[in-house]
């Protein structure tokens, strides 16, 4: 159990998000209490909110990308794996998508045989 500052009641430790730099490993204030204090500060600073998302996310895209590159023939085996034992799965969601959009795909694949036709003819 620990007190939350904020709203004066004592709750698990489940309910406190994690802090390695805390003596305990957790933040003073609980999940409620920290994500009301992240909202209104997130509110009275919109620029440096939408700031800091964009560096964020640029960092985090670089680490993905980097971490697949390090990682890709595992991604490989995994994702075979998955397609393998999924194969029923995948197929019914096929089916059910081409059905709900069958006259969108034939014309996009319309357009797409015209292109190559258009391409192969001689000059």
């Given at each position: 159990m620990k007190?939350?500052?904020?709203?004066?009641?004592?709750?698990p430790l489940t309910d406190f998000y994690q802090n390695?730099?805390?003596?305990?490993?957790?933040?003073?204030?609980?999940?409620?209490c920290m994500d009301k204090k992240v909202t209104a500060w997130?509110?009275?600073?919109?620029e440096k909110f939408r700031e800091q998302q964009k560096r964020n996310r640029s960092r985090r895209t670089k680490q993905l990308h980097d971490y697949y590159h390090t990682?890709?023939?595992?991604?490989?085996?995994?994702?075979?794996?998955?397609r393998a034992k999924h194969l029923?799965?995948?197929r019914?969601?096929?089916?059910?998508y081409y059905r709900a959009n069958?006259?969108?795909?034939?014309?996009?694949r319309a357009k797409y045989r015209q292109k190559r036709r258009d391409e192969r003819k001689p000059k």
């Open positions: 007190h939350c500052p904020n709203c004066g009641k004592d709750k390695k730099s805390k003596r305990d490993g957790h933040c003073c204030y609980c999940k409620v997130q509110r009275r600073n919109p990682h890709r023939e595992e991604f490989k085996t995994w994702k075979r794996a998955w029923a799965k995948i019914a969601y096929q089916r059910k069958r006259a969108h795909i034939l014309e996009l």
